[in-house]
């Protein structure tokens, strides 16, 4: 089992900035994708960004430019440094983790933490 715990979400103005982290524990991966999906009142969850056991990134068209995804050397942390926030950023994130090789879908799908709320006021 896997425990994804998400924090760092706040209460920000447009054009502010927040980072989001989240800490993994338990069985870890040895290969593992790590991305950030969020949520709004009344739509889906999307995905955000995403970075693969090799490195490999991917980005929503909405952030790209904005937000960056990282995580620690130890792949135990994962981050997603957001800038230029806008109001339609508020949602809330959540972090996912699942084994490597599913960039295509934000690694979403096997674990997921609780969340953390963003919410961005013009």
């Known amino acids: 089992q896997v425990r994804l715990v998400e924090s760092g979400g706040g209460s920000v103005q447009s054009g502010g900035s927040l980072r989001l982290s989240c800490e993994v524990s338990?069985?870890?991966?040895?290969?593992?994708?790590m991305g950030w999906f969020r949520q709004a009142p009344g739509k889906e969850r999307e995905g955000v960004a995403a970075i693969d056991n090799d490195g490999s990134t991917k980005y929503a068209d909405s952030v790209k430019g904005r937000f960056l995804i990282s995580r620690a050397n130890t792949k135990t942390t994962l981050y997603l440094r957001m800038n230029s926030l806008k109001p339609e950023d508020t949602a809330m994130y959540y972090c996912?983790?699942?084994?490597?090789?599913?960039?295509?879908?934000?690694?979403?799908?096997?674990?997921w933490g609780q969340g953390t709320q963003v919410t961005v006021s013009s």
């Open positions: 338990g069985y870890t991966h040895v290969s593992a994708c």
């Open positions: 996912a983790y699942t084994w490597a090789g599913a960039l295509g879908s934000y690694c979403g799908g096997a674990y």
